[in-house]
C-alpha cells in the first residue's frame, strides 16, 4: 500500500484509508504505536511493551494460581 506524506498543521502526517483503519479496528481519536525496525516501522493498534507485560502477568497468575486465590479470600 502507497501513501502520501501531507502537511498537517505545522506538522506532516499520512491519511490511512478506511480499509486500512477497519482491518486495524482504529478510528479517529485511537493510538497507534510505531516499532523501528531493521528493515523499516511497523505500525501496531496495541503497546507492545504493555502486551509484554501482560505475558509475563498471566505467566505469574498461572503459577501462583493458589497463592492468588486464597489471597483473594482474605
Do not use: C, H, W
Amino acid at each position: 500500500m502507497k501513501l502520501k506524506i501531507t502537511t498537517v498543521g505545522n506538522s506532516a502526517g499520512v491519511v490511512l484509508p478506511k480499509e486500512l483503519l477497519a482491518r486495524l479496528r482504529l478510528d479517529k481519536g485511537d493510538t497507534l504505536y510505531v516499532t523501528e525496525l531493521p528493515d523499516g516501522i511497523k505500525l501496531m493498534p496495541y503497546d507492545p511493551a504493555f502486551e509484554q507485560q501482560m505475558e509475563v502477568a498471566e505467566s505469574v497468575m498461572r503459577r501462583r494460581r493458589t497463592l492468588l486465590r486464597k489471597l483473594s479470600e482474605n
